[in-house]
């Protein structure tokens, strides 16, 4: 595997793309799209045994509903710059 996390990363930590955020939870969805990302790509390079049900349960213990619906189109602009 090519390792590009940097890219995520340094999207994800773009605080321009947060600009309907107060400063505050700007820093609260930055860490968690971060932490969110480490886990994915860990789950991945690691061959873990979880399957994809078991990481999405996993991953909700962590990181809220509403998070979630805030980081994803970040996501998905972050994967069109690989």
Same mark, same amino acid.
């Given at each position: 595997? @090519? ?6 990363? *340094? /999207?994800?930590? *773009?605080?321009?793309? /947060?600009?309907?955020?107060? *400063? ?11 932490? &969110?990302?480490?886990? @994915? ?20 213990? /962590?990181?809220?509903? *509403?998070?979630?619906?805030?980081? &994803?189109?970040?996501? &998905? ?6």
């Amino acid at each position: 595997m @090519i390792h590009k996390e940097h890219i995520f990363f *340094d /999207y994800i930590s *773009d605080k321009n793309l /947060y600009f309907n955020f107060s *400063d505050l939870e700007k820093d609260k969805v930055i860490f968690q799209a971060i932490a &969110l990302t480490s886990i @994915i790509f860990n789950w991945v390079i690691s061959k873990s045994k979880l399957n994809e049900k078991e990481m999405v349960n996993l991953i909700m213990l /962590y990181i809220s509903k *509403d998070t979630l619906k805030m980081i &994803l189109p970040i996501f &998905l602009n972050a994967h069109s710059k690989l």
